[in-house]
């Protein structure tokens, strides 16, 4: 897809309140030295990043979104960029981060035990995915998804791992995300209004229906483990 990452990534940098929405069930676990892997434009980074986290690397393999992400953080002093996979980075974390990446990894079992192996011990190991397999759709193959995950998948124990917490969120878009399968199936990337919506309109609405449905139901997956 010619214009992937570019339209994807910038349309979805713009989704501040869904990413801060996501973020408050995990920044209390984001300290010391931090890995975010796939780190894109740094729609994550920019709402989590401060002055008391010991050092951040961001990877990236997309050229686009390394020259992106050394433009927006250089001035940030604690903020390195790397173009090597986590098997290759010599180097052990306190946190490693994968929001909206382990779905572009055809294999993901492999890439999570190589992020297993970087950790600290008594480190978190954070994911955000997309969820449900129904609505695998034209974005999901336009920007190189395998798959989309259910909870399922996230075991308990997954790789001896601790699991902390598992949330489903944004059960508005779940629905969004569904009918607009159905209604613009031609249609691959949302447009800058849709996304507006989705964000200012139904995100707000999302957060109490959420917390209602207990974080069962949504069109993400946000999990967290530690490494004992």
Same mark, same amino acid.
């Given at each position: 897809?010619?214009?992937?990452?570019?339209?994807?990534?910038?349309?979805?940098?713009?989704?501040?309140?869904?990413?801060?929405?996501?973020?408050?069930?995990?920044?209390?676990?984001?300290?010391?030295?931090?890995?975010?892997?796939?780190?894109?434009?740094?729609?994550?980074?920019?709402?989590?990043?401060?002055?008391? /986290?010991?050092?951040?690397?961001?990877?990236?393999?997309?050229?686009?979104?390394?020259?992106?992400l050394k433009k927006r953080f250089k001035k940030e002093k604690n903020v390195?960029?790397?173009? #090597?996979?986590?098997?290759?980075?010599?180097?052990?974390?306190?946190?490693? #981060?994968?929001?909206? %990446?382990?779905?572009?990894?055809?294999?993901?079992?492999?890439? #999570?035990?190589?992020?297993?192996?970087?950790?600290?011990?008594?480190?978190?190991?954070?994911?955000?995915?997309?969820?449900?397999?129904?609505?695998?759709?034209?974005?999901?193959?336009? %920007?190189?998804?395998?798959?989309?995950?259910?909870?399922?998948?996230?075991?308990?124990?997954?790789?001896?791992?601790?699991?902390?917490? /598992?949330?489903?969120?944004?059960?508005?878009?779940?629905? /969004?995300?569904?009918?607009?399968?159905?209604?613009?199936?031609?249609?691959?990337?949302?447009?800058?209004?849709?996304?507006? #919506?989705?964000?200012?309109?139904?995100?707000?609405?999302?957060?109490? /229906?959420?917390?209602?449905?207990?974080?069962?139901?949504?069109?993400?997956?946000? %999990?967290?483990?530690?490494?004992?």
């Amino acid at each position: 897809m010619k214009n992937y990452p570019e339209t994807a990534t910038e349309r979805f940098d713009g989704a501040n309140l869904h990413i801060k929405y996501c973020l408050h069930f995990v920044k209390k676990f984001i300290y010391g030295d931090i890995l975010e892997v796939g780190a894109g434009c740094g729609s994550f980074t920019k709402n989590y990043l401060n002055k008391n /986290l010991k050092k951040i690397i961001l990877t990236d393999l997309d050229i686009k979104n390394i020259s992106d992400l050394k433009k927006r953080f250089k001035k940030e002093k604690n903020v390195k960029i790397s173009k #090597l996979p986590v098997k290759k980075i010599n180097k052990k974390f306190d946190v490693i #981060l994968y929001f909206h %990446v382990l779905e572009h990894i055809k294999n993901d079992n492999a890439e #999570l035990i190589s992020a297993k192996s970087r950790l600290k011990k008594n480190g978190y190991l954070i994911i955000m995915v997309p969820s449900g397999k129904k609505i695998f759709g034209n974005l999901d193959k336009a %920007v190189g998804h395998f798959r989309r995950y259910e909870r399922s998948f996230f075991k308990k124990k997954l790789l001896k791992l601790k699991r902390v917490k /598992l949330y489903s969120l944004d059960i508005f878009g779940y629905w /969004l995300y569904f009918l607009n399968k159905i209604f613009f199936k031609k249609e691959i990337f949302p447009s800058k209004f849709k996304i507006f #919506l989705w964000d200012k309109i139904f995100t707000p609405m999302t957060i109490v /229906l959420d917390r209602i449905l207990n974080y069962k139901y949504g069109k993400c997956i946000l %999990v967290i483990y530690q490494k004992n």
